[in-house]
């Protein structure tokens, strides 16, 4: 954000959304490009604007763990926790970078950024409630519909839903092999369940999707 006066009189959540806008700085990540490495010293945060963004841990023998996308108007890096894994564009993606701690004192005297903040953490905890559920499944069909079910609801539109990350991505989201989700997608494509539309396209059957994730395989 650039260094100017914090003004505390903004009177609307519109007028916030606006002056944020205007003093963020903007970052273009092309597919797979670093956006932050991940530290305990960072002090940047984001908003997608457009595109997807991975939050992953690397681990010293070479396994990397996904623990969040980020999609289209969501913050992450709110919490220390997200700021110490590295963050990666999936997509061609567009963002708002802040610094956070003025972000913080704006915060603190502007209640309307303040409640957009609160209900920004609330959403994160959310998707990582989310996804311990969907890592309680163990058929690996269960955990894709699970996965699935929760790509629908963030970017869905009536029975169709993109799909912008890589089977490996998915893989490591939901902790299987890339093959095993591969697998998984034929089962639900014999079971019409999936239906691909193009290569990064879908259907699905969304009633039989929660009737799959309910039931005992």
Aim: neutral net charge; hydrophobic residues 45%; proline residues 4%.
């Amino acid at each position: 954000m650039r260094d100017v006066a914090l003004p505390c009189d903004l009177r609307s959540e519109e007028e916030t959304r606006a002056f944020l806008q205007q003093q963020a700085g903007c970052l273009v990540a092309a597919p797979d490009k670093v956006i932050s490495r991940g530290a305990s010293a960072e002090r940047r945060c984001f908003r997608v604007t457009d595109g997807v963004v991975r939050l992953v841990r690397y681990y010293a023998d070479g396994r990397r763990q996904v623990t969040r996308f980020a999609f289209p108007g969501e913050f992450f890096g709110l919490s220390r926790a997200e700021r110490e894994l590295a963050s990666e564009a999936v997509s061609p993606t567009t963002l708002l970078e802040f610094d956070l701690g003025r972000l913080q004192k704006l915060s603190d005297c502007n209640p309307y950024l303040a409640r957009q903040l609160a209900g920004a953490l609330r959403a994160a905890v959310d998707q990582a409630t989310e996804h311990i559920v969907l890592m309680g499944w163990k058929d690996p069909r269960q955990r894709l519909a699970a996965f699935l079910r929760m790509l629908h609801g963030r970017l869905g539109l009536g029975d169709v839903v993109p799909i912008p990350m890589a089977r490996i991505d998915i893989a490591d989201y939901i902790g299987l092999t890339a093959e095993t989700v591969s697998r998984a997608f034929a089962e639900l494509r014999r079971r019409s369940i999936v239906e691909d539309i193009d290569r990064q396209l879908l259907r699905l059957d969304v009633s039989e999707l929660g009737r799959l994730i309910e039931d005992e395989l």
